[in-house]
């Protein structure tokens, strides 16, 4: 069954300071799709990346960037030079190519105080 | 705005009540999901339709009824509802239910049951 875990409930950090969201996933398919969303306090859930199983080239998108390690099962985020305007849930997702079902983690609640 | 709108934006019903949730996407997508947001637990899962069809079913409980009646509108409809079933109602919408499509989400609809 997939699972994916987010073991950092809440992380506070100070404005300037890099942060690194963890996300650790589980999987029988060898073919599936890993998203990060940010919830802000209106409460949408926004879009922030897509990453596919058979692409594990980092990627970086201003000052936000990811790391997949498919040997380790994991896809990390990680912000850097935060600002108060960071401050939000972050969730991880991953969607199996078998179903039509996103199953996300239980969440990361950043906060960045000024 | 995201481009998927629910209404209303918060509602407080009491047990005995009937109310809808309605969610509405100009997109062009062709499956749409409502999930559940409880404060620490992941996102649930609840209905999931492709092309106005439901294609899963996740256990939910049937004070909770789903109706989709074209590819742009999605209802919830609620009655004799519990105290635990006080939540954030998400609705998301994709291209369709491929898993290389990320959902766009909705801002919610803030349930509270008293």
């Known amino acids: 069954a997939q699972k994916v875990t987010q073991a950092q409930t809440e992380i506070s950090v100070v404005e300037k300071e890099d942060v690194t969201l963890d996300c650790v996933y589980e999987t029988r398919d060898t073919t599936y799709y890993l998203f990060w969303y940010k919830q802000p306090p209106s409460g949408e859930l926004v879009f922030l990346i897509r990453r596919n199983s058979f692409d594990e080239q980092n990627e970086i998108s201003g000052r936000y960037s990811w790391n997949f390690q498919k040997s380790t099962s994991s896809f990390n985020f990680t912000i850097t030079a935060s600002q108060v305007v960071d401050s939000a849930v972050y969730f991880c997702a991953l969607r199996e190519t078998s179903g039509s079902r996103l199953t996300f983690g239980e969440g990361t609640q950043l906060t960045v105080n000024p | 705005e995201t481009g998927v709108t629910q209404t209303p934006r918060h509602l407080v019903m009491g047990m005995t009540n009937k109310k809808s949730l309605k969610c509405e996407q100009h997109?062009?997508?062709?499956?749409m999901y409502w999930y559940k947001q409880s404060a620490k637990k992941p996102l649930e899962l609840m209905f999931v339709y492709s092309l106005e069809e439901r294609v899963e079913n996740n256990s939910v409980p049937s004070r909770f009824s789903p109706e989709c009646p074209n590819s742009s509108h999605l209802f919830l409809h609620l009655h004799t509802l519990q105290p635990e079933d006080s939540a954030l109602y998400l609705c998301a919408s994709s291209q369709d239910t491929t898993p290389f499509y990320g959902y766009t989400f909705g801002s919610g609809t803030r349930l509270t049951v008293v």
């Open positions: 997109l062009g997508h062709n499956a």
